[in-house]
């Protein structure tokens, strides 16, 4: 990313001619004239340009934040009379904008919208940004733990599709991976029809220095199809096609073709949670040393060890081999608990605690808002099931371990990691094999995004039906014996609060 934090709060990536001529390049191929072009933020004008002098429409209608930038791409112009270049926000010109195009029959909007986040631009106390709104809808817990950060440039997209999706255009932005991707939901959640859709991948570190998956971005909105793939090109130069993104019940599929014969969608009678929640580490979390525990400030720490238990982190659980470097304090044993007991049954803990009360005051997630002291969060009865089947959710591997206990004690995972709760070994051993058989590790690999900072999350995983994997493997009486005498499946109604 660029480090100045006036590009950053723009989201500032100036496209340079060589990405911009590219672009042209795979316009020229959609057999589409179009009489007006539309660049919501054009910088110095290098896509727009490009654009007018390609297509030679009537109207070249562009806005920019930057009145430098502005000036510049007035002068390269030259006062040429199809362009209308306007100085401000896009947010205060969305209405302007669709009142230059109603005359025009066929329009192109074209870009490169900022790259950065609501709340990115935020704390650096910066203004450009809409009005505060929820462009996903989520409520409850997912807007609580942040789901309803959003892209700006997410959101200045969504918002002209919203405009001019009816009409006779098309759009082709450079933006990151994932907001296409986001994109492409929105308008399969919402039945927006379009005649196609394709994803081309940039070098974003040869075109503009930045470490961030992105791609040029089409959607054809000339004749309205109900169309449910997005083609995926292997790159902007070369142009072959990867893959196909699919739609299957309100998921988005990265493999669209190879989903189809690997379909085990459905619901999971084993509940797939996060492991523990404490944003506390450098005083829930210890390191063993021979005999003494010490936190993440380097002292030693004598409490009562009923509260401490082994810990697995993610990076734990990316290595085949996992071992055990950390320990938690658990303070609760279910969500809400009331924590005064540790000061009549574990007081050396309930001293040290109390040592760091600010600290667990300071914690910035809501989620421990009106709850007691030093709450813990995804804490319940399946936490302490003898054997659990857990997955990293952060590393780029399907890798399913099988643990239990170690020096008697149940192993925890922490919030980065996923688990499953089994209540015996062969049960255990079942569950992971079906896990890390080919048909599960096909089907993952055609459902989940790897390039996701949190590629595997428990609403994916919730949403595998072993029943089906099972059956297929032939093992489908072995599988319902196992979920009858489970205790947390959903087939005894106790489901967790999806969190993450």
Request: glycine share 4%; proline share 3%; hydrophobic share 35%.
């Amino acid at each position: 990313m660029l480090k100045t934090d006036t590009k950053t709060i723009y989201g500032d990536f100036q496209t340079p001619p060589s990405l911009a001529e590219l672009m042209m390049d795979i316009l020229d191929t959609l057999d589409f004239s179009p009489n007006c072009i539309i660049e919501p933020t054009c910088g110095v004008g290098e896509i727009l340009m490009k654009a007018d002098n390609r297509f030679h429409p009537k109207l070249s209608f562009g806005v920019e934040i930057n009145p430098e930038y502005v000036n510049t791409f007035k002068a390269k112009i030259n006062g040429k009379s199809s362009y209308i270049i306007l100085n401000g926000s896009i947010f205060d010109y969305l209405i302007t904008i669709e009142k230059q195009s109603k005359s025009f029959e066929t329009i192109l909007l074209v870009g490169n919208p900022p790259w950065v986040t609501n709340s990115e631009i935020g704390a650096m106390n910066g203004n450009n940004l809409p009005r505060k709104y929820n462009i996903k809808g989520l409520k409850g817990i997912d807007a609580i733990t942040g789901k309803s950060n959003f892209d700006i440039g997410e959101y200045i997209l969504w918002k002209l599709i919203e405009i001019f999706h009816q009409k006779n255009c098309v759009f082709a932005f450079l933006c990151k991976t994932i907001v296409a991707r986001n994109l492409l939901k929105l308008l399969w959640d919402n039945a927006i029809q379009f005649k196609d859709a394709s994803i081309y991948p940039i070098d974003s570190k040869k075109y503009f220095n930045a470490a961030v998956d992105a791609c040029f971005f089409v959607i054809n909105f000339s004749t309205k199809l109900k169309k449910q793939t997005c083609c995926i090109f292997n790159s902007i130069e070369n142009r072959v096609l990867d893959k196909k993104y699919g739609y299957f019940n309100q998921m988005i599929i990265n493999n669209y073709d190879f989903f189809s014969s690997h379909n085990y969608f459905g619901t999971s009678d084993y509940i797939w949670r996060n492991g523990v929640k404490h944003d506390c580490s450098k005083v829930m979390e210890l390191k063993k040393t021979s005999n003494e525990y010490i936190n993440g400030y380097g002292e030693i720490v004598n409490i009562e060890s009923d509260l401490i238990f082994p810990l697995y982190k993610s990076s734990d659980l990316s290595k085949h081999f996992p071992a055990i470097k950390k320990y938690v304090i658990i303070t609760q044993k279910s969500v809400g608990e009331d924590t005064s007991y540790i000061k009549y049954q574990y007081p050396s803990a309930w001293l040290y605690l109390n040592k760091y009360y600010n600290s667990f005051v300071e914690r910035k997630s809501s989620i421990y808002k009106n709850k007691p002291p030093f709450s813990i969060f995804s804490i319940g009865e399946y936490s302490f099931s003898p054997y659990k089947i857990a997955i990293s959710s952060l590393y780029k591997k399907i890798l399913f371990h099988k643990i239990s206990s170690i020096e008697n004690k149940i192993i925890m995972v922490d919030d980065t990691c996923n688990f499953i709760s089994c209540y015996s070994s062969e049960e255990a051993d079942f569950v992971h094999s079906l896990l890390s058989s080919d048909e599960v590790c096909g089907y993952l690999n055609s459902v989940i995004f790897w390039d996701n900072k949190r590629p595997i999350t428990i609403e994916l995983l919730n949403r595998l039906d072993l029943l089906k994997v099972s059956i297929k493997l032939g093992l489908e009486n072995m599988y319902h014996s196992f979920v009858r005498k489970n205790k947390v499946t959903k087939k005894n109604n106790n489901i967790q609060l999806n969190l993450f």
